[in-house]
């Protein structure tokens, strides 16, 4: 039996704290605890070991997996304490939103076999297959929308879908990028895109005139991307989606310089209390692709619905 001291002792970090909550409800490998406490592999791994030595979780091997639990006979008194603390920890309810994600992709199999197949598209040549073919052949089955481009820069994303939308809407807060972008648009004969100076907290759109808010990588240069994400609810008609596409969260600092970015991204917990708070329903955050080169960086892609 774990000595109640060194327990107490174990207890009185709280990322320890955390990783036993966690481990207290589902068995879990390194990899899963990184993406539900967004934190590297190196610092979960070291207080892992420190649980271990306290005897308070044990692991096993499952295939080249290895899984973490709490062990079976923790004394009576430190799950007690455990469960006390919950109600202190600030990331408490966020981690378990996060380990509801992670089993939840667990089970969903089918996503897993086409992410492999996404994994291998590309990597093999194949006459006549391109993801412009692909994204061409999914802009053709789109219905004529209005959509708001919110942090276009040059607007790249806003050209190509006006070749399908009703109306397109770029949205920067450069003012050389909406010059360069509104410049390649009449060059294109794009009549259907309409380039606008403006903050994402503040976007100069009208209430509910917009079928889709799209953010591609623009979320993470947001001083308060809550205000963003509200906003983006604000321009929605009823019935209408908000997608973002953004980083996951990540260590690389150079970020900050190298890119303008405010944010090292966000986990999925994040993005999905972000569309929540602002009263979006059937939300969901999914990651959809990584980089094979360093830093590694990956994608999440989050959607929800405006109610009708």
Do not use: C
Not at 43 to 67: C, F, N, P
Not at 190 to 210: H, K, Q, T
């Amino acid at each position: 039996m774990p000595s109640i001291l060194k327990s107490l002792k174990a207890l009185a970090d709280p990322v320890r704290l955390r990783i036993l909550l966690i481990l207290q409800q589902e068995e879990l490998s390194v990899l899963e605890l990184q993406d539900i406490l967004s934190m590297g592999q190196s610092r979960i791994s070291t207080q892992l070991a420190l649980l271990k030595q306290a005897q308070l979780v044990e692991d096993r091997r499952a295939g080249k997996h290895i899984l973490y639990r709490i062990r079976p006979h923790t004394p009576k008194p430190v799950l007690e304490l455990l469960q006390a603390s919950a109600s202190e920890l600030p990331d408490a309810e966020q981690d378990r939103r996060a380990l509801e994600m992670v089993l939840r992709r667990r089970t969903d199999k089918a996503r897993e076999y086409f992410d492999a197949l996404a994994g291998r598209f590309g990597r093999q040549y194949v006459p006549g297959r391109s993801w412009k073919g692909l994204a061409e052949t999914l802009l053709m089955l789109m219905p004529p929308l209005d959509i708001a481009d919110l942090g276009a820069g040059e607007g790249t994303f806003s050209q190509l879908l006006a070749r399908r939308a009703r109306r397109v809407i770029a949205v920067d807060n450069s003012d050389k990028m909406v010059a360069f972008g509104a410049d390649l648009a009449r060059k294109h004969g794009l009549d259907n895109i309409e380039y606008r100076a403006g903050d994402l907290e503040a976007p100069p759109i009208e209430d509910a005139s917009v079928d889709i808010a799209f953010y591609s990588q623009a979320l993470h240069h947001a001083a308060r991307p809550q205000r963003a994400v509200n906003q983006a609810m604000r321009i929605l008609r009823p019935g209408g989606r908000i997608v973002i596409l953004d980083l996951k969260k990540h260590n690389f600092e150079q970020a900050r310089e190298l890119y303008a970015d405010l944010w090292l991204g966000f986990s999925e917990v994040e993005l999905d209390g972000f569309l929540r708070a602002a009263g979006f329903t059937n939300v969901q955050v999914l990651p959809v692709h990584k980089e094979e080169q360093a830093p590694f960086f990956e994608t999440l892609l989050a959607v929800g619905e405006k109610a009708p």
